[in-house]
């Protein structure tokens, strides 16, 4: 079945999975909210920015965070002028590039959500001097909630899976960056075939548990406002 090597990969991976996903529901909540109100005439130039990881390949993602974080890009030197290392090849280097390439997958779902509520539950709150922070957190949220669900499944399991963002900016080192997916790509390259199958099998299972969840909980979600 599992050996040590293999926990631990499992570990980091839960772990990366998150921490990225609620790095993303906490910045990407005001954001969200912020596209899905905004009337800003170039508000779609920031919707493009933040759907580019869902056409741009992961390597080339990886590649320029390589780059941005190594100890001769911008960060990197930075922090390595400061005492500090370069986040490249570390686990904090791997949730800034999770945070980047998974942002699309929470930030949507809940702009989508924002959207659906519409203006008139707010404009009613307002009518009843509800502040802007009050019909936020007591009437955008709770109607939102499908929203939130979905993005958090969906920020998890897309970070779950990353393969080629994590090689490019960690690596592989066992117990620092070596996560799940690189560990299956290991056992392949050494026709440990039999590991191979456990680790993509729970993979498997895991994330299809969460997306029965999602569609279970919104279905409920639904006919209980119908």
Known sequence: MFNEADLTALAITLKLAGVTT??????????????????????????????LPLVLPPTVLGFYLLITLGPHGPVGGLMESLGGRPLAFTFTGLVIGSVIYS??????????????????????????RASPLD?????????????FL???VLGFAHTL???GVVLMIGG??????QVVSIAIY???????????????????????????????????FRIMQS
């Open 150 to 152: 979905t993005a958090a």
């Open 22 to 51: 609620l790095i993303l529901l906490l910045l990407g909540t005001p954001l969200a909210w912020w596209m899905a109100r905004s009337r800003w005439r170039y508000k779609f130039l920031l919707e493009a920015v933040v759907a």
């Open 161 to 163: 899976g990353e393969f």
């Open 172 to 177: 592989n080192i066992p117990g620092e960056t």
């Open 135 to 147: 019909r936020f957190f007591t009437v955008a949220m709770p109607l939102a909630r499908p929203g």
């Open 103 to 128: 942002m699309p997958f929470v930030i949507q779902p809940l702009q989508n959500a924002f959207e659906a509520i519409g203006r008139r539950p707010l404009e009613v709150a307002a009518t009843l």
């Open 186 to 220: 290991d056992h392949v390259e050494g026709m440990e075939y039999a590991h191979a199958h456990w680790l993509s099998a729970g993979l498997l299972l895991l994330s299809f548990l969460m997306l029965l969840t999602v569609y279970g909980l919104n279905r409920r």
